[in-house]
């Protein structure tokens, strides 16, 4: 359907995932405010717990990752999956509750901590179980109600955390009964937008199916897993938490480059149901619009990101913009694995046999996937074995452990794009990406200067941020403006965004 000019399906794609991307940045600041909140307030250790326990979670959402790809499919198609997904997560819940619980007994009792404080973590399980059914659904119904439940996820969690972790000065409890709430909230939001695919009769065909497929997803799953042993391998090999919290540390500064990915967020539920080259090719370009400033910038600003979370976590500046990089690498890989996933149409039909689900290209992708974070962690453990008798600092690990993450993401980046060559006629773009490196270039070199003339921060967190929230604007302003100046298509997407709100804000006036 057409509106004047605008190609509306165009715009769409772009919106959702220009809704997912501000919904990320929003997640970032405010991520990143939370995190301040902690991380100023709970020693190196604490916070090294604090990303334990976010890791062991994921041991007690294996049984829902998997059927989550499925049901996201079937959604993608307009059926009716609630009904049954709920259904089958509510059967679920008490494997998941169990096994979270042996696990994160008896690894506190490995780093001897206490292990009340990471057993708790289960109130953050029980909501977030929720959370993934959600996701699932709405990541192939509506992806775009994705970005507006984070944004109320987001915010809550501000709220909460401000009067849990500084007002009542719980500290790690505060922060995990934070958690848990909005990440009620968020659950919350996202099943009721998935009313629409609710049907009173619940039939089993769905359910047979997903559970088919469980057994293709089990290498989906296991990979998944194991990308979250690493801080717990970390922490069990050298022997304290500590590790954890600046490993964590560096994740959570460079994760603003890695957040533009989200841009891509439409894209595979847009492949799944008819999509295009073109598709692709504004996917891609709206992406790289994005990621390669936040990169340049990044490479600026790391040092001084991490020392507002706490002045020691600079020390690990270098690692955190090793990570960048590995995120954008890992952006261009993911564009090959979903085009390869979203153009696969082998699971149409609802009556499909296993073997119809292992000779599919979505399962040679679980199993590359599976290679790949196999690889990172046999390397990651043989390092930090190698090494532990070598005494190294907190910066030298995390810079070699950042290393070996850069390794395996560009692996993945090649691996992408030889399988999209491969299996599909779809193709990568350059596009408009010399621009972007040009106006990213000349937005470096005023926020460098700026920079320069404010000298070493101040240690306290708000004035400290005082200083860069400038520079981050200003580096903002100067990449839109001189993009805006030299690139058409930059000009003609501002146009058609404007065009298809006004004319909806006209629709629904009229």
Not at 259 to 265: A, D, G, H
Not at 404 to 417: D, F
Request: net charge positive.
């Amino acid at each position: 359907m057409w509106l004047g000019c605008v190609d509306v399906s165009k715009v769409k794609l772009r919106l959702s995932g220009g809704l997912a991307f501000a919904a990320n940045i929003l997640s970032y600041l405010t991520g990143f405010i939370f995190s301040i909140l902690i991380t100023r307030r709970l020693t190196e250790e604490e916070f090294g717990v604090w990303a334990l326990i976010g890791s062991l979670i994921n041991y007690g959402l294996v049984p829902f990752y998997l059927v989550s790809p499925w049901i996201s499919r079937d959604a993608a198609r307009g059926k009716r999956v609630l009904g049954p997904a709920l259904v089958l997560f509510l059967s679920l819940m008490p494997v998941s509750l169990i096994t979270y619980f042996v696990i994160a007994s008896q690894y506190a009792i490995t780093i001897r901590y206490d292990p009340t404080i990471i057993i708790l973590g289960i109130i953050v399980l029980i909501p977030y179980i929720f959370l993934t059914l959600g996701n699932a659904i709405q990541s192939g119904y509506a992806p775009q109600n994705l970005g507006l439940a984070k944004i109320i996820f987001e915010i809550s969690k501000i709220i909460l955390g401000f009067c849990m972790v500084i007002a009542l000065n719980m500290k790690l409890v505060g922060a995990l009964i934070t958690l848990s709430i909005a990440y009620f909230l968020q659950a919350s939001m996202l099943m009721y937008c998935s009313k629409p695919l609710f049907e009173k009769d619940i039939g089993k065909d769905l359910i047979i199916k997903w559970v088919k497929g469980a057994s293709v997803s089990t290498v989906q799953v296991i990979t998944n897993v194991i990308a979250a042993t690493d801080i717990i391998l970390m922490a069990w090999i050298i022997g304290h938490a500590e590790i954890a919290g600046y490993w964590q540390a560096a994740i959570t500064a460079s994760a603003l480059v890695f957040y533009s990915s989200s841009l891509m967020s439409g894209l595979g539920p847009r492949l799944i149901s008819g999509g295009t080259q073109r598709d692709l090719d504004k996917a891609f370009d709206f992406t790289m619009m994005f990621m390669i400033p936040l990169l340049f910038g990044f490479f600026l600003l790391s040092r001084d990101i991490l020392w507002v979370l706490r002045p020691t976590y600079s020390l690990v500046w270098v690692a955190s913009c090793i990570l960048a990089v590995g995120g954008v690498m890992i952006t261009l890989g993911e564009f090959g694995f979903t085009a390869v996933y979203g153009t696969d149409k082998f699971d149409l039909e609802d009556s499909l046999s296993v073997g119809h689900y292992l000779k599919s290209r979505v399962f040679l992708l679980n199993k590359l996937e599976l290679v790949l974070k196999s690889a990172y962690i046999t390397c990651l453990a043989t390092m930090l074995v190698a090494t532990k008798s070598l005494s190294l600092g907190i910066a030298e690990l995390t810079i070699l452990i950042a290393s070996i993450n850069l390794m395996i993401a560009i692996l993945k980046s090649v691996i992408g794009l030889k399988l999209m060559k491969k299996y599909t006629s779809l193709r990568l773009s350059g596009g408009n990406i010399a621009h972007y490196l040009i106006t990213s270039t000349i937005m470096a070199i005023f926020v460098y200067i700026l920079r320069m003339s404010i000298g070493e921060l101040p240690s306290r967190a708000i004035e400290a941020a005082a200083y860069l929230l400038p520079l981050i604007i200003s580096g903002a302003v100067i990449y839109g403006a001189v993009l805006y100046a030299i690139n058409r298509d930059f000009r003609s997407f501002l146009g058609e965004v404007y065009s298809f709100i006004t004319r909806s804000s006209m629709r629904k006036i009229i």
